[in-house]
């Protein structure tokens, strides 16, 4: 059931040309930052192979595109969660999954993941342009692989906010405004929380993906990954299921 | 799987809802059998479409208790829901797909096995008129057509229990001829209970009719018993007023 809802989730993005619109922007956007740091690492080379350990292109090229990647998600996954529910409620479409035999796992999950797999194409541009380095040079795939899974660890999350919000309203631009709001004001602590110790540093999502950016796998970044994608899917069941107690 | 459906496929007993201090619903009781088609008929704001939302498990009342085919709606809703077909007020339609697309999902969500469904799909166009517009976007198809695709949904998977919430809203005479016929068929294999406040529809459609007012059911016979409301036969119209009028 949940593969179900999930492949109706695609189904319904990418028969919409706003979709591939956005798929094409997107990877524009990809590649010019993909260019541009490729430019950059090749203009100081020459000095840095005078150092005694020069750092590598994989540093120097896929960190900080991962990293520009992990701010660019934090605007654009509000923008693809507003629909989930809310456009359901203003549709009123969400009376067939309502009335469906389903429980409200299913519904939340299905959408879910349904939204984290185009996200997954979305950004498979990445790893693709960095592997297409192999052909020249040496690379770190330890570091890429510790990027990659951060990367989805933290696209996750974000889905689980946007799904949360999205379920709180009818109306999909609030839903996109609001989840902007949440995961911009957890960063925005987390940058201004001068104290390395901090409590604003711990609830960031963007904080807890500076170790995978870095190349260190860290249990308890992946276990906040974890439980804040719970703790959101589970709010967004619990509100799915009030819309039928409050109607 | 409907040799195995009891008699009485839904039933409900003293159904209450609120919303905040509004009561909405008061006590409301309904029973409905295999073959029949049931009448819910009431001014607007009646609270029809919230009742008919609380027998589909889309709103969970504030007491009483709902069995579709024997098995409670409350205590055990996945297996309940496999047996309804529900048709909202505004038909719950994926706009961007298309209807064969739209219509599996609906079968695979009522757990369809996707063997069946070919079948079903096949039927479900045939019995709603929806053969030549298979491969259309729902979101390009008039109103009507619309409303079609909303009942196909509804009964592609033969559920036990139909229930249509003001179904012929905004179709031009033919189409309301012909989804009269449609819903006329369902009855005789299916249960149907539909909300209209158009009593001619009840009248060439229901076998039994229920009146609801202000959140209670004021009134229940057969369309031949109403007709003879108080002993003397008279239109339906007349005696729909005569009954909402003694009672008010």
Redesign the interface.
Known sequence: ?IR?LAL?EL??LF??PSTWFALAVLQFIFAWFFLARLEAFLEIQPQLAQLANPPGATVSIAAPLFNTAALLLMMLVPMFTMRLIAEERR?????????????GYHIVLGKFFGLLAFLLVLTISIPLMLYSLALGTQLDHGLLLSNVIGLLLLTASYVAVGLYVSALTSQPVIAAIGALAVLAGLWLADIGATAADSAWHLISPLNHFQNFNAGLLDSSDAAFFLLFTAVFLLLTVSRLHNS???? | MPDATPDITLCARNLTRRFGSRQVVHGVSLQLRRGEVLGLLGHNGAGKSTTLQMLTGCLLPNSGNIEICGIDLLRDPALAKAHIGYLPETPPLYRELNVNDYLVFAARLRGMKPAAIGEALACARQRCGLEAVGKKIIGTLSKGYQQRVGIAQAIIHGPAVIVLDEPTVGLDPTQIREIRTLIRELGDAHSVILSTHMLSEVESMCDRVEIMQHGKLIYGDTIAGMANYGGEPGKLEDNFIRITEALE
Do not use: E, I
């Open positions: 059931m179900l109706r189904r319904s028969s919409m549709n009123q479409t969400l009376a067939l999954l309502l009335s469906a035999p389903l429980s039928r107690v409050y109607g």
